[in-house]
């Protein structure tokens, strides 16, 4: 199965501290009839099983296998993920980014955490640090390294800056030695990372 990728160091908190701060809010929103753990409940299986980046990656499979498709994502991601089912808040505006032999994408937000909710479930926290937004800017290459992707030198790095108007997703290359792989077994390659442009799919790593 697809792992995911460590937090960066230079994006801190701990896992712990994060689910206190968030259990301390939601605790305060119940407390005060804003929310019921119900609907709490309700949304995180939502997020959990039925929309993700598992979602994301069963697109990305779908290109790899069929051009066609492929064709029509990187034309008008939008329409050709409603073709699969997915799609609405947070993904009306969406464009997918190839990565080739020579480009590799990353997507940030510069000014908040504008994500394509629909592909890629809801962002990683440190997606929404203040030091990701900063550093992929700047250097892309060290925050791709933090994740354990070094691209080559002779790799041009595109850095897109997703708004609440425009999200972007990346569309990461297949994995060579894969030509024998079913769609299911390709699904399971894709992270979430390498679908946000920080790292390519385990597979292409080791390659």
């Not at 030198?153 to 997703?169: F, K």
């Amino acid at each position: 199965m697809a792992t995911l990728s460590p937090q960066p160091s230079t994006f801190p908190r701990s896992n712990e501290e994060i689910a206190a701060r968030v259990k301390a809010m939601e605790a305060i929103l119940v407390e005060k009839e804003l929310i019921s753990t119900d609907a709490i409940d309700y949304m995180s299986s939502v997020y959990e099983k039925e929309v993700g980046p598992q979602l994301g990656a069963k697109i990305v499979a779908r290109a790899w296998v069929d051009p066609e498709f492929k064709n029509r994502l990187l034309a008008d991601a939008t329409s050709a993920c409603q073709e699969m089912g997915v799609g609405g808040m947070q993904g009306e505006e969406m464009i997918a980014l190839e990565n080739t032999d020579s480009v590799n994408n990353l997507v940030v937000c510069t000014l908040c955490s504008c994500y394509p909710w629909p592909v890629l479930g809801l962002p990683p926290n440190w997606y929404k640090y203040p030091a990701y937004r900063a550093k992929a800017v700047r250097n892309p290459r060290e925050v791709m390294a933090e994740f354990g992707y070094f691209p080559d030198p002779s790799i041009e790095i595109r850095v897109w800056d997703s708004s609440a108007e425009l999200r972007y997703w990346v569309l990461p290359q297949r994995p060579e030695g894969t030509e024998g792989f079913t769609e299911e077994q390709l699904t399971e390659l894709v992270t979430r990372d390498s679908l946000i442009g920080v790292s390519v799919p385990p597979a292409a790593i080791e390659a």
